[in-house]
């Protein structure tokens, strides 16, 4: 199996409620809540350990709350290789309704200062090289730069050429200068990093294939939710449509998404076999609070449930 790096530059504390039906500006009570140490480049890593991967974590960590993410390190095996910042690591709060309709309530971070940074950038030019890939997912916090930012996936791609980004907004768009291996936006994120006026498919995928024929991006998952993934790679073009599941919370399935379709790629799998792992494990994630592969039965059902269409078709 491989060795994986996942950074993330922004985790948080997820607290996740679930109510039938939310109602604003009066008192709801939940049904049920989860309370889970996260952020994307963590949950990624849990479904490669899953998936039999050796992970190693990193990114920065308020040192005032560690102690749920290091339990997390603990129970999942991870080598920690995360800088301490003073204060605490952020809390989101998650809001899910019974239809699946998720509310966030993001915190901004902890502040990075400029020598944190250095030492991150340290940490990561020693233990890089031995990766057989590299994963950057998530938010940036407060301290962190663009520019930096930027540089900082230019070092790391010299350093292991399989780098993976997820992220949205400006880190995304300024992060697809540096023509990562593989990117997982969804819909809404790559219109939006790509300043598409028109939104509609058609023109999602010709920014896709913008993105690998000049940009060089040689994969991109474009995400889809409820209507499965496109993968466009070198020489082929796939569309997964997932089976209908019963949804409890969306949290997590792009990142399993991720980590499912990277674990193909690493093992040398057909694409077809990739993907339809792929898009069953975030079939899977969409029917559980927390992150990782729980019910190694329910996803072989999964599996079969999943339809495959050799061409993308140019709608």
Not at 20 to 45: F, I, P, Y
Not at 168 to 190: C, Q, Y
Request: glycine residues 10%.
């Amino acid at each position: 199996m491989a060795r994986i790096l996942t950074l993330t530059l922004n985790p948080a504390l997820d607290l996740t409620l679930g109510f039938d039906s939310l109602q604003l500006g009066t008192l709801n009570r939940s049904q049920e809540q989860h309370c889970s140490a996260a952020g994307k480049g963590l949950n990624v890593a849990q479904v490669l350990v899953d998936l039999g991967h050796q992970v190693t974590v990193s990114g920065f960590l308020g040192s005032a709350n560690a102690t749920p993410f290091e339990a997390l390190f603990a129970r999942r095996d991870f080598v920690d290789a995360f800088v301490r910042v003073p204060g605490e690591t952020r809390s989101n709060i998650k809001l899910v309704e019974r239809d699946g309709r998720v509310t966030d309530l993001n915190g901004r971070g902890a502040w990075v200062e400029a020598s944190h940074r250095a030492q991150l950038l340290e940490r990561l030019l020693q233990i890089a090289p031995g990766y057989d890939a590299l994963v950057v997912a998530g938010s940036l916090p407060p301290g962190v730069e663009l520019d930096w930012f930027v540089e900082l996936l230019r070092v790391l791609k010299t350093l292991c050429p399989r780098l993976a980004l997820d992220s949205s907004g400006d880190a995304l768009r300024a992060g697809l200068g540096v023509a990562p291996w593989l990117i997982k936006p969804n819909e809404e994120e790559l219109a939006e990093a790509c300043g598409l006026v028109d939104r509609s498919l058609p023109s999602l995928r010709a920014a896709v294939r913008a993105l690998r024929e000049r940009d060089g991006i040689e994969h991109v998952l474009l995400s889809r939710g409820r209507d499965g993934v496109d993968w466009h790679g070198p020489g082929f073009a796939l569309q997964a449509r997932p089976p209908q599941v019963e949804v409890r919370s969306t949290v997590g399935a792009g990142d399993s998404l991720l980590a499912a379709s990277l674990h193909g790629l690493l093992e040398g799998w057909p694409v077809e076999r990739t993907l339809r792992l792929a898009t069953a494990v975030a079939a899977q994630a969409v029917t559980q609070l927390g992150f990782g592969i729980q019910d190694p039965e329910q996803l072989a059902h999964l599996q079969a449930g999943v339809v495959l269409a050799p061409n993308v078709p140019q709608e």
